[in-house]
């Protein structure tokens, strides 16, 4: 279904601690999976993506992990910093349709 | 390399008032969505446009429309504006045969009054 969250859930976590955001997606047919960072007063933008015949794909300090079998999407980010601090949106697709986007998560990050 | 620029950056409206967003993609793109994010909410997909045309549609009512020019910019238009309008509006551009990969711009706020 449609993005419908009325919460943003927080994740606090201590600078240098390894961070794992969780996401759970709807559709089982999805081609494709993102996630986006927001940081205050801007648009979201493109971390990393995994298309959905693979189960893990790493960038630089994030990891992306997909467990088909539970339609459940992690992102890793290592050694957090305070720059890693925002909203973050996975987003699952299909090929030559629309976007969808989860609820988001609210990532802190202190001294 | 200018990324997706959007005007304005924010705008009061009252009720049945029509408003219009603009939008210019990242040079090269041919593609451009838009998304309503609300307060504390991923982006909701709106509509997209490619080749002047609208080529999909979210669950918004017709008060929703948009526009492509040849430039691949585009403009979303919404009339008789309701308080739940009120939103960030972002645009975000691609390639055709690249769709996945969308950049976004900043967003426009707007608030209705």
């Known amino acids: 279904g449609e993005s419908v969250g009325l919460h943003l859930p927080t994740l606090s976590v201590q600078e240098g601690d390894n961070s794992i955001i969780n996401c759970a997606y709807s559709n089982s047919a999805s081609d494709y999976f993102i996630w986006y960072k927001q940081e205050s007063g801007k648009g979201p933008q493109f971390i990393i993506d995994?298309?959905?015949?693979?189960d893990k794909r790493q960038g630089q300090r994030v990891t992306v992990l997909l467990n088909k079998t539970v339609k459940h999407l992690s992102l890793q980010i290592a050694a957090t910093q305070p720059g890693d601090s925002a909203v973050y949106f996975c987003a699952e697709g299909i090929l030559n349709d629309k976007l969808i986007f989860g609820t988001g998560t609210r990532l802190q990050v202190f001294p | 390399d200018a990324g997706v620029t959007q005007s304005p950056t924010h705008l009061i409206k009252t009720r049945g008032q029509q408003v219009t967003l603009r939008c210019s993609p990242k040079s090269g793109h041919d593609t451009v969505s838009w998304y309503q994010q609300a307060l504390g909410q991923g982006p909701q997909f709106i509509f997209q446009?490619?080749?002047?045309?609208?080529?999909q549609r979210g669950n918004f009512p017709d008060r929703f429309s948009g526009h492509q020019f040849p430039n691949y910019s585009s403009e979303l238009n919404v009339n008789a504006l309701l308080l739940g309008d009120s939103a960030l509006y972002l645009c975000?551009?691609?390639?055709?045969?690249?769709?996945?990969?969308?950049?976004f711009g900043p967003g426009t706020r707007l608030l209705v009054l």
């Open positions: 995994i298309r959905s015949n693979m």
């Open positions: 446009y490619y080749e002047e045309e609208e080529r």
């Open positions: 975000a551009s691609s390639l055709a045969r690249n769709q996945e990969t969308q950049y």
